[in-house]
Every structure is written in structure tokens, then in C-alpha cells.
């Protein structure tokens, strides 16, 4: 079944770049560094390295208090910090700087893969959430570095896709050296799918940090749009949730004549769509991307940057969290849960159901169907200062009460480093 795979991959590989041009039509970053995705990259420098994997901005964030934990706990080995996508590579660079290595992580081809390996060399490759690459993790077991899947997460329908390629999948997944599962859903699923070793660690993004930096920058953006005005905030907004969202701020505003909107669409190419569409809509715009704040006039302030969602967060009453009107799944609630915030999300949460349970629960979070319903639930919550409160409260608690799998997947880590010949002397 991998043989086949290859053969597929080798079929559609003179295509790649053209899909990276197409793309590179919205987002210019797509056009550069194309030779990364192949592997072609300088050999690092020879030493003990830690390989984290984070696919695009989300990963990254969740990825983050793993990734400085571990240049604490192993300070003699370098940390090479890999993803897919621009927004990641952009968001990493934001993060570390220069303190991590950092590549494209390439195609999944047999021989691209084995130029990877011996460019990077890695002791240890940590892959966050469900990213399965079966030439990669095959080439990673031929060459005896251990694979762990960190805060795996595997969906019901995700799942069901997988137990198509059955054979392949069980191939795949034979070559982790643990999957270290957020849930216990997850953790079944992934076991039914032929895992050998897995584990419920729990959510590494329950364990996210919030800078003072950001609380602060968020205290003087709401300052600049008027303490005393409601403002809420439309987070990671994917194509079609912009008018949506602009529908529901048009209700809000019957009730809150002077409230805003702070809009935030998820990917950059979408972001001249998004000022667009508040433009035709008669409001008045501020643009992050200009270095405006905004002002008591400011009808809706765009979030066209990266980098910056935490202090929007915090600059807002009430959150929705995007992605999730539409068919796409839904994105992380747990940063505006973690500032205290109440969270609004649409009907489609799969990617973080657990987490939404557990807010829902708690009455910290509120599931809305559409954009009318939107509008009301964001007017309700803006006009009951108590039930604001109470809720923020609630989704605080939840989680500070989930906090911990980072502790425990340091451990996990700590565990395989010292079954392999090369462990680290401070993992003895």
C-alpha cells in the first residue's frame, strides 16, 4: 500500500509547484522558499536536535510552551521547528526568532524524505495533533528516530476516512513510537485504527501562556475604541462567516447603537475580501495592517495582521470563534476562555468538540446556528453584564482545571529520549 501511495505522490509531484504559484496568487509567500518543500536546504549543523512538527498558526501556538520547555530541559540539543504554511513559518519566526532551527517540512516522496533526515538529523520527532505521513514516519523507524504524535486529536469522521486505507494507516501508524491522544475519544479511535502505544495525555492548549505584552496591548486597543463602548470580537473568520458576522453586527447595533466590531479573518488572502465587505456595508474601517487602533468613531476594526489575535481577544466582551458556520470545523476557544471572555461558536466544532463540551457544560460557551441567531446571542450577552461574568468566569476555570499535559508530555518525551542510545545526559 505505501508502494502505491509513492507512486501516486510521484504522479502529482510535477504538479506541486504549480499548486504553490496558484496559491502564491493571494498569499505571495507561497512562491518563496519552494525548494524547502523539497528538501533542499543547507545540512544543519551537526548536534543533538529535537524536531517539532506544527503544521500551520494554530499548531504553532499550541506548540509553543512545548517547544521552550524543551530547549530548558535540553539545552544542549538545538530544536528544529517545522510546518506547511507561510502564517506558520511567519508565526515561529514571531515566537523564536532565531533561538530554533526552522525548515518547510518537505513533501512526503521517499527520496525528499530521506534528504530531510539527513539534512536534519533529529534524535526525536514530535508531530503535533493527526499529521500522518507514511513515507516520513517510515523513513524515521528505518533510521531508528522515534516518532511521537503529540496532542493527537482524530475525529470520528476523520477516522472513518482513515479505516478507508486501512492497511496503509496500520502500516503507518505501527512506526509511532506513541501516540500521545488529547481525549479518550480520540485515544479509542486511534486504537481501533491499529495504533500499538497510545496514551490520553491530555490538550497541550489548555497549558497556553498569555504574554502580559498582549493583555496590556489589548487594554490599550479597547482604551483607543472607548472603554465604555460593548465591543465584541469575530475570530479566524473563514470565506462566507465575514457577511455573516457583518449581519449580526448590523442586529447588534439596534440594540447597541454605539458597539464594535473587531473583525479577524484566518488567513491573510482573505483579509482585502474582509475590509471589502465592511466597506460596501457603510462602516466606518480601521486596519491593524495601517497601525490604526481605531477610535470612538471606529465601526469595525480589521485584524489584518498576524500575531495579534491574543491582544484582540482581550481588547473584546464577548468572543465568536470562527470556522464554525461553515463546514470547516471550528477553531481553538480556549485563548478567549482563557482571558475570561464568554465564547460563541456555530454549529461546526468537530475539530475541538471535547473542548466545546466541556464549555458548554459550564455555560462558558453558547452554540448558535446562524447568523440571526449570532446577532441576538451577541446582543443578549453584551446587554447582561452578570451573565458575562459568570460565564468568562466559568471558561477561566475550565482551563486552569485542564491545565497539565504539558508536565506530563515532557515526561513522555523524557521517557523515549532515555530509550534511545543518544539520550541526553539531563534525561538520565
Known sequence: MRALYGIVLYALAPFVPLRLLWRARRNPAYRRRIGERFARFAPLPARPRLWVHAVSVGEVIAAAPLVRRLRQA???HAVLL??????????????????VEHVYLPYDLPHVVARFLDRARPHL??????????????????????????????????????????????????CIDVVAAQDEDSAARFRALGAPQVRTLGNLKYDLEIPPEAAQAGRALRKALGAARPVWIAASTHPGEPEAVLAAFAAVRKRFADAALILVPRHPERFEEAAGACLRAGYRLARR???ETGDARTDVLLGDTLGELMSLYAAADVAFVGGSLVSTGGHNPLEPAALGLPVLTGPYRSNFAA???????????????????????????????TRRQEAGTAGHAVVQRNRGALARTLK?????????????ANAR
Do not use: H
Open 412 to 424: 513522555a518525551v523524557g521517557e523515549i529520549l532515555a530509550r534511545t542510545k543518544e539520550r541526553p
Open 289 to 291: 495592517s495601517l497601525g
Open 125 to 174: 520527532a514530535l508531530i503535533m495533533e493527526t499529521e500522518l505521513w507514511p513515507n516520513l514516519f517510515a523513513a524515521c523507524a528505518a533510521r531508528g528516530v522515534p516518532v511521537m504524535l503529540a496532542n493527537a486529536r482524530l475525529s470520528e469522521r476523520s477516522a472513518r476516512g482513515y479505516a478507508r486505507l486501512s492497511a496503509l494507516t496500520r502500516e503507518t501508524l505501527a
Open 82 to 99: 517545522t510546518c506547511t504554511t507561510p502564517t506558520g513559518s511567519a508565526q515561529i519566526a514571531r515566537l523564536f526568532g532565531d533561538t
Open 355 to 385: 473542548v466545546y463540551e466541556a464549555l458548554v457544560a459550564e455555560g462558558a460557551a453558547e452554540v448558535v446556528e446562524d447568523a440571526g441567531a449570532l446577532g441576538a446571542a451577541v446582543a443578549d450577552l453584551l446587554g447582561d453584564p
Open 74 to 76: 535540553y539545552p544542549e
